[in-house]
């Protein structure tokens, strides 16, 4: 689809072939960065407005969405996988800007890539066993750290035996299982808004196995919890934020602002006993991608969120913390983790 004599369309391709670029972001026609290892490097190129436009309208086409005056955000995908996201003036101001988050085709699972995120085996071992144990997961980390590309790496762990459904803003994990159903949340379809909460509620009449939500933004937090809570053992989702701490406080943010008059107490205890394990993921000095936090979710103490850290990242490498996990007896017997895994 690409037009050979489009400006853009011509430095996309060309920095497809590079190593190591995490992220291409165009502010205007002379303001074109690439991202490599968590650093921003302007490039000496100039493109101009008309192919920065054509090269939106084609992307829309492809998604088969709009970005005109009336829509003028675009959230989708490039053909090779990358995320894109465009918003045109007037509300980028003397251009539209254009953000493509590339898509790290190499890497694929655990045990093709031996030591992604820093993982030594032990702990890939650990994750694997997680995901066997259906334990539920929140993948917690900022912006461009690669929660969805860690999620992808657990998703792949999954049986070919599970139904699974996918629910997300834009299709972005993979699965290679025989029984998945992807839903995407769409800003307008025939005039009514179908929304993540929507998807959600109806997800629960479709005889899932486990619930995958791309990223938590709103109320839908609400339904996966009561999800979690209810027999769909094993669910995942990703979230915002820069610690375990703050995950669990802004899905009670979360939680309060979509509109729930419920008590703190009562959404506390919800996240409590749904969730398991948090993954705080970021990157170290180097800006490597890591993981920098296991942190399990214990229980609730009168008001108060239980949790302990099970392994932090520490002179670049994941430390055990010297705490066995609370579900190590579910971790063993359904995810095949030795009983002394944490005594070896």
């Keep these: 689809m690409a037009d050979a004599e489009n400006s853009v369309w011509g430095l996309v391709n060309e920095l497809a072939s590079k190593k190591g670029i995490s992220e291409i972001v165009i502010n205007g026609p002379k303001q074109v960065f690439v991202e490599r290892q968590g650093q921003f490097i ?5 493109l101009s407005k008309k192919d920065m436009y054509s090269f939106i309208h084609e992307i ?58 820093d993982l030594t085996p032990d702990w890939i071992e650990f994750l694997k066993a997680a995901v066997s144990a259906r334990m539920n997961i929140v993948v917690s980390g900022g912006t461009g750290v690669g929660k969805t590309t860690f999620m992808n790496l657990l998703l792949k762990e999954l049986s ?57 933004r709103g109320g ?16 995942m989702t990703s979230i915002h934020s820069n610690s375990p701490g703050e995950c669990i406080n ?21 996240i409590s006993t749904a969730v398991d394990f948090i993954i705080q993921i970021s ?4 800006g490597k991608r890591v993981i920098h936090q296991i942190q399990e979710v214990t229980g609730m103490e009168g008001t108060t969120v239980l949790s302990q850290t099970i392994a932090t990242y520490e002179e670049d ?23 002394d895994f944490f005594g070896k």
């Design 42 to 46: 302007q490039l000496s190129v100039h």
């Design 60 to 117: 829309a086409a492809y998604n088969k969405k709009e970005c005109n005056e009336q829509i003028p955000i675009l959230d989708g995908n490039m053909p090779d996988g990358s995320r894109i996201n465009c918003i045109i003036e007037p509300y980028a101001s003397g251009s539209p800007s254009i953000s493509i988050r590339k898509y790290m085709k190499t890497i694929k699972s655990f045990d093709d890539n031996p030591g992604v995120f």
């Design 160 to 216: 070919p035996a599970e139904r699974i459904v996918t629910i997300e803003d834009t299709i972005e994990l993979s699965l290679n299982i025989p029984n998945v159903v992807r839903l995407e949340a769409k800003a307008q379809v025939g005039g009514a808004t179908i929304g993540p909460r929507d998807l959600v509620k109806n997800t629960l009449r479709m005889r899932p196995d486990r619930i995958i939500i791309g990223e938590i």
């Design 220 to 235: 839908e937090l609400f339904d996966l919890l009561q999800a979690m809570n209810t027999g769909h053992d094993g669910s």
């Design 250 to 270: 802004r899905m009670e943010t979360l939680f309060l602002l979509a509109g729930f008059e419920v008590p703190f107490h009562v959404v506390r205890r919800s």
């Design 283 to 286: 990157r170290n000095r180097e």
């Design 317 to 339: 490498k994941l430390e055990f913390q010297g705490i066995v996990p609370k579900n190590m007896g579910k971790l063993n017997h359904m995810g095949g983790l030795p009983i």
